[in-house]
Structures are given as structure tokens and as C-alpha cells.
């Protein structure tokens, strides 16, 4: 199988000669800016330096995916969010957030069209004409997090407690853009398309995940042509058996849900993709720790081996590489 075949079998709960591995969210590093002379920050708003360091993904880490997005901020200065992207050692932020109530939310029709989101399809599209073989997974970001960049954190899970109802009209208003920028992704070259909507529960009781997201994110795996890989951080057990039944093809989750268990709350309704630890095995931990975790994952029946999040900047290349090599030297 190639690379590309893999992961959409995988995607589909189909069987694979080997494990699929890869990376539905960021794995730019220090290391592999160097190792590719793609840096921060143009690597967010420039689709070549993109493209080059997203293929360090394949070319170096040996995963079955190259993912352009690095940065969660792109729609949100499309949105009129005021972004520092001008930060070579850390993530771009938004340092204003222009929102007080639903009626505040304006989507221009050419959204589309803007720089920020502009340089992600063009990535893509430079990414499918050189990697035919390999899977391309491109990102969008779900209501949920839209409305922290545009109204603040705080501000909006506070609004969950003092007025659900524009919550529900916040959320209504800023669904059309990830269904857009999802179907142009795919448009683009896109095999896949991660959807982060960061419910998580630290922050978002599972009654909250129910009551306002679950029907969006059904609504989003039937308006967008293609697979869509949810990724939430941080401990969702209790809301797994709700995203299991959203039609979405896969679920990308964290290391604070043990891989057994997420097996079980999900069952046989959607697939897997995780859940290696970031800050602990990742950036601080062996290669037998990696191989461990990878081992684990595999024979709890995740589909998709890969880091649980975003990886730490200062990630050693050495483990992300262990990631593959561990999942392929095993008989699964």
C-alpha cells in the first residue's frame, strides 16, 4: 500500500499491510525548521516555506501524512482577529478579540480569498503535485473554537452559563466557515481534513459538548465531501461515545484518555488516530518510551498511530522518527 492508501484505509476502519501512521495536527519543530530551512514565521504565511516544512513529516519522520497548518490562528485573522504571526520560536496568537455577541460575527463572501487562508490551499496544492503517494491532511477549525478567538475564552465559556442562546447563534454563525474552507481544502488536494474544536473537557462539562456541539459536528460530517479527523484536547472519555455517533470518520485524541479506554467509549463507530504523549515521551522521554506507548496503542486497536496534539517546539526529531519506525517493527 502507499502511503496515501494506508491512511484512507485506515480512516475507514479497513485492515493495512503495516500500521498507518501520521499527524493530524502540528509536528513543526525547531529541529526540523533547521533540517529543512523552513522557518517560523513564514512558514505560516508563505505557502512554499509551508509546503517544505509540513513534507518534513514524510520526508524525515517517515508518517504516512504531510499536514501544511501549523499555526490555529489562520481563520481567526480572517475573521478580523489581530494575530502577531512575527514569532520565530513560538505559535502566532491573537492579541484582540473583536467579539461581544452573535450580531458581531460577519463572514465576508470572500473569506475565502484571504491571505491567511489563501496560503493553506495553495500549500495543499503544491504538496499534491509532489506527493501523488502521500496522504495530505489538510485542518479547519470547528465554531467552538472560532468563538474563543473571537470573543476571548473567558468570555465565551461564560457566556455558555449567562446566555446559551446566543452561544447557539454564535455557533450557527460561524459554521458555514470550516464547511467552506473544508471543501476547498479538499478542492485543493486534500485526502483528509482535521476538524479542531477544542471542547475539552477541562474546560467544557459533556452535557455542554451535547447540548451545543454535537449537532454542528454532525452537521459537518455530512456537508463536508471527505474524511474528517475531530481532534479535541484533552480528557473527552466522557464525551467519546457522542463523538463516536457524530458520522465523522475519526477521532484524533490525547494521552489523558488511555487508549483501552477510548476503544471501549467508541466502540466500532468510528476510528482512532493517537494518542503518543507529547510532554512527557515526546520531548522528554526515551525511545523505548515512545515504542511502549506506540505498543500500547496499537494492541488497544488505535488505527492511526500518532502524537496527541500539536508537538512542543522543541521536540527531538529522534522520537517523532521513533513514532513510524516502533508501529512498522511491530506484527499487528
Known amino acids: 500500500m502507499t502511503p496515501r492508501e494506508r491512511m484512507l484505509a485506515a480512516l475507514q476502519r479497513r485492515s493495512t499491510n503495516i500500521p498507518a501512521v501520521g499527524n493530524a495536527v502540528s509536528i513543526a519543530t525547531v529541529e526540523l525548521m533547521e533540517a529543512t530551512g523552513c522557518f517560523f514565521p513564514e512558514a505560516h504565511t508563505d505557502p512554499e516555506t509551508m509546503a517544505g516544512l509540513a513534507a518534513a513529516g514524510h520526508e524525515i519522520l517517515g508518517y504516512d501524512t504531510i499536514a501544511p497548518v501549523f499555526s490555529v490562528q489562520h481563520e481567526a485573522d480572517a475573521l478580523g482577529c489581530e494575530v502577531d504571526w512575527d514569532r520565530p520560536d513560538i505559535m502566532p496568537d491573537a492579541t484582540v478579540h473583536p467579539c461581544e455577541t452573535a450580531d458581531d460575527i460577519h463572514l465576508p463572501a470572500d473569506i475565502l480569498r484571504h491571505p491567511?487562508?489563501?496560503?493553506?490551499?495553495?500549500?495543499?496544492e503544491l504538496l499534491r503535485q509532489r506527493y501523488p503517494d502521500v496522504a495530505l491532511v489538510g485542518k479547519v477549525f470547528g465554531p467552538w473554537t472560532l468563538a474563543y478567538h473571537l470573543f476571548g475564552v473567558e468570555d465565551f465559556l461564560m457566556m455558555t452559563l449567562d446566555d446559551p442562546d446566543d452561544v447557539h447563534r454564535i455557533l450557527r454563525a460561524l459554521l458555514p466557515l470550516p464547511e467552506l474552507f473544508a471543501r476547498e481544502q479538499f478542492e485543493a488536494g486534500a485526502d483528509a481534513v482535521t476538524l479542531a474544536d477544542h471542547a475539552t473537557g477541562d474546560l467544557v462539562a459533556p452535557e455542554m459538548y451535547r447540548d451545543f456541539l454535537w449537532p454542528p459536528h454532525r452537521e459537518l460530517a455530512r456537508a463536508i465531501p471527505g474524511p474528517v479527523i475531530l481532534h479535541i484536547c484533552g480528557d473527552t472519555l466522557d464525551r467519546i461515545p457522542w463523538i463516536s455517533r457524530t458520522g465523522l470518520a475519526c477521532f484524533h485524541f490525547e494521552s489523558k484518555v488511555r487508549a483501552e479506554k477510548a476503544r471501549w467509549a467508541a466502540g466500532d463507530r468510528i476510528a482512532l488516530m493517537g494518542n503518543i504523549n507529547n510532554p512527557r515521551t515526546l520531548l522528554h522521554g526515551t525511545a523505548d518510551d515512545v515504542a511502549a506507548e506506540v505498543g500500547a496503542a496499537l494492541k488497544a486497536g488505535v488505527e492511526i498511530i500518532a502524537p496527541e496534539c500539536a508537538v512542543p517546539?522543541?521536540?527531538?526529531?529522534?522520537?517523532?522518527?521513533?513514532?513510524?519506525?516502533?508501529?512498522?517493527?511491530?506484527?499487528?
Open 116 to 124: 491567511s487562508l489563501m496560503v493553506v490551499l495553495e500549500a495543499l
Open 313 to 332: 517546539l522543541t521536540t527531538p526529531t529522534a522520537n517523532l522518527r521513533v513514532v513510524a519506525e516502533s508501529a512498522r517493527a511491530r506484527v499487528v
